[in-house]
């Protein structure tokens, strides 16, 4: 027996099977959590959810740059290359015969999304957030004063903070934030190079911080020890950092103890390593090695910046001047209110790492300012059919790999249950990727395949193998689409 049709879509009671339906999935920062977000979608548009099965689902991949992968390649730490091994399932999605990747293609400028529309039966959105939150304080425009994104993309090779050159000649440098990249950047600061070498850093970052004079990093947030946004791994790391030893102020952590056995076990456990980094006395064998530590780390609580403070030709960055802060509320609700008193902190280098923030993509799409998301429901941009979005640029820049992931794929579920009820239409032909190569090849753009970018990452592994790295990543666009059409 034939089973019930409705528009171009069969259903039993168990499965949903799809024909000919086009998803495109647009993708414009090259650094964002944005590959997870993509890869999230594809893989269930692709293969199967628990409640749905789809056929001839074609997904095409649309990325700014010549290579993929966004986040895990020029966000996660080089020292991280356990979690850079989900590339190896993103590889499988892309290699599917139903999904094609088309690099070297800016989503808004080289074909804009409505473009997008009219050749896709459904469009989602996953760029990320590019944008950095600001200080709003003044001086932070001066030379040595660098948000996090860029120094990370400085040391992990995105092209376009290639030429950063970030200035390592100074003793102290203050990183503002104390979440997971504010303790990846300071641990790149700090860690031996003989560690870092064996690691995909770019070179010319190596150099830098072989040279570098660095030796104490304060890592600084408005609220307490309680507060602390970095996991346990991140944390441990630090503690465990060859070479280092931990400064802080006892005093900040009085009271913190008392507070153990009413916290969450993940808290529990964080804060609980937090104050025998901090306070309890260290063995012996920890003392020798502290001892014997030439570099410094520590946090420091209950401080909010007010101002970067001037070098005496007033160019560079001297120090920082905080605010001192106590906390007022209890559990979630808890803020951080300034108390009037003021701490200077001498330093050369500051490191904004306060959060991140998604940008309009094409004037196009809704956009909530404010917020800086899309508005959506579920994943499904408001009053726009067939337009979806889904990670950071859905809900904001929180979380880490695993949950935009988790994310992602519920706009996927999103999509196809809209297809199920006959929301979104695909039951129209639609041209696909043939329509925008169309429009690129009359606008000069060549899109990069996904076999192209084999060339690079096949080039870039023997350079690393030349020099001991798993890859020497290439930095210039121009000589990535030379290796890429060789």
Same mark, same amino acid.
């Given at each position: 027996?034939?089973?019930?049709?409705?528009?171009?879509?069969?259903?039993?009671? &168990?499965?949903?099977?799809?024909?000919?339906?086009?998803?495109?999935?647009?993708?414009?920062?090259?650094? @964002?959590?944005?590959?997870?977000?993509?890869?999230?979608?594809?893989?269930?548009?692709?293969?199967?959810?628990?409640?749905?099965?789809?056929?001839?689902?074609?997904?095409? +991949?649309?990325?700014?740059?010549?290579?993929?992968?966004?986040?895990?390649?020029?966000?996660?730490?080089?020292?991280?290359?356990?979690?850079?091994?989900?590339?190896?399932?993103?590889?499988?999605?892309?290699?599917?015969?139903?999904?094609?990747?088309?690099?070297?293609?800016?989503?808004?400028?080289?074909?804009?999304? &409505?473009?997008?529309?009219?050749?896709?039966?459904?469009?989602?959105?996953?760029?990320?957030?590019?944008?950095? #939150?600001?200080?709003?304080?003044? *001086?932070?425009?001066?030379?040595?004063?660098?948000?996090?994104?860029?120094?990370?993309?400085?040391?992990?090779?995105?092209?376009?903070?290639?030429?950063?050159?970030?200035?390592?000649?100074?003793?102290?440098?203050?990183?503002?934030?104390?979440?997971?990249?504010?303790?990846?950047?300071?641990?790149?600061?700090?860690?031996?190079?003989?560690?870092?070498?064996?690691?995909?850093?770019?070179?010319?970052?190596?150099?830098?911080?072989? &040279?570098?004079?660095?030796?104490? $990093?304060?890592? $600084?947030?408005? #609220?307490?020890?309680?507060?602390?946004?970095? !996991?346990?791994?991140?944390?441990?790391?630090?503690?465990?950092?060859?070479?280092?030893?931990?400064?802080?102020?006892?005093?900040?952590?009085?009271?913190?103890?008392?507070?153990?056995?009413?916290?969450?076990?993940?808290?529990?456990?964080?804060?609980?390593?937090?104050?025998?980094?901090?306070?309890?006395?260290?063995?012996?064998?920890?003392?020798?090695?502290?001892?014997?530590?030439?570099?410094?780390?520590?946090?420091?609580?209950?401080?909010?910046?007010? &101002?970067?403070?001037?070098? !005496?030709?007033? +160019?560079?960055?001297?120090?920082?001047?905080?605010?001192?802060? #106590?906390?007022?509320?209890? *559990?979630?609700?808890?803020?951080?209110?300034?108390?009037?008193?003021?701490?200077?902190?001498?330093?050369?280098?500051?490191?904004?790492? +306060?959060?991140?923030?998604?940008?309009?993509?094409?004037?196009?799409?809704?956009?909530?300012?404010?917020?800086?998301?899309?508005?959506? !429901?579920?994943?499904? $941009?408001?009053?726009?059919?067939?337009?979806?979005?889904?990670?950071?640029?859905?809900?904001?820049?929180?979380?880490?790999?695993? !949950?935009?992931?988790?994310?992602?794929?519920?706009?996927?579920?999103?999509?196809?249950?809209?297809? @199920?009820?006959?929301?979104?239409?695909?039951?129209?032909?639609?041209?696909?990727?043939?329509?925008?190569?169309?429009?690129?090849?009359?606008?000069? $753009?060549?899109?990069?395949?996904?076999?192209?970018?084999?060339?690079?990452?096949?080039?870039?592994?023997?350079?690393?193998?030349?020099?001991?790295?798993?890859?020497?990543?290439?930095?210039?666009?121009?000589?990535?689409?030379?290796?890429? #059409?060789?």
């Amino acid at each position: 027996m034939d089973l019930p049709i409705l528009g171009d879509i069969k259903r039993s009671s &168990e499965k949903l099977y799809v024909h000919n339906c086009l998803i495109c999935l647009g993708n414009a920062n090259p650094q @964002g959590p944005d590959w997870c977000h993509t890869f999230a979608p594809a893989n269930i548009c692709l293969v199967h959810t628990g409640m749905f099965l789809s056929v001839n689902v074609q997904v095409d +991949i649309y990325e700014r740059l010549p290579v993929p992968f966004g986040l895990v390649r020029f966000g996660v730490a080089p020292d991280h290359p356990e979690v850079k091994n989900v590339i190896n399932t993103f590889t499988q999605t892309a290699q599917h015969a139903r999904c094609s990747f088309h690099g070297n293609v800016r989503v808004g400028k080289d074909v804009t999304v &409505e473009e997008l529309q009219e050749a896709y039966h459904a469009v989602v959105l996953s760029y990320g957030a590019e944008g950095n #939150r600001t200080m709003g304080v003044p *001086g932070e425009d001066l030379a040595g004063v660098y948000s996090a994104k860029d120094f990370v993309g400085w040391y992990n090779g995105l092209p376009r903070n290639s030429e950063l050159r970030p200035d390592l000649s100074c003793e102290t440098a203050v990183i503002l934030g104390q979440g997971n990249v504010a303790l990846d950047v300071a641990r790149i600061l700090l860690s031996p190079v003989d560690i870092l070498k064996k690691t995909d850093i770019t070179q010319h970052a190596l150099d830098a911080l072989a &040279e570098s004079s660095v030796r104490r $990093v304060l890592i $600084v947030g408005r #609220r307490g020890p309680l507060q602390v946004a970095c !996991t346990i791994k991140e944390l441990r790391e630090m503690v465990n950092l060859p070479g280092t030893r931990p400064e802080m102020e006892a005093s900040e952590f009085e009271g913190i103890a008392e507070t153990l056995k009413s916290l969450a076990r993940p808290r529990k456990r964080l804060t609980e390593l937090l104050l025998k980094a901090a306070i309890e006395t260290p063995g012996e064998e920890e003392l020798e090695r502290r001892n014997r530590a030439e570099r410094a780390w520590g946090f420091r609580f209950l401080r909010k910046p007010l &101002e970067v403070l001037p070098s !005496t030709d007033l +160019i560079r960055a001297a120090g920082i001047r905080l605010a001192v802060n #106590r906390l007022e509320g209890d *559990g979630e609700g808890v803020r951080a209110v300034a108390t009037g008193e003021v701490e200077d902190v001498e330093c050369g280098l500051v490191i904004s790492s +306060i959060g991140y923030k998604s940008l309009l993509i094409d004037p196009a799409v809704p956009f909530d300012a404010r917020k800086a998301i899309i508005p959506n !429901t579920m994943g499904r $941009v408001q009053q726009t059919a067939g337009l979806y979005c889904s990670g950071w640029v859905k809900r904001g820049p929180t979380g880490v790999i695993a !949950t935009t992931m988790n994310d992602s794929f519920d706009t996927a579920r999103t999509l196809l249950q809209d297809i @199920g009820k006959g929301t979104l239409d695909v039951s129209t032909v639609k041209p696909g990727s043939q329509g925008v190569s169309t429009l690129l090849e009359k606008r000069g $753009v060549k899109p990069v395949s996904f076999s192209d970018w084999e060339k690079i990452d096949s080039e870039e592994t023997r350079r690393g193998e030349i020099k001991g790295k798993p890859r020497e990543k290439m930095l210039d666009v121009g000589e990535m689409l030379q290796v890429a #059409r060789a």
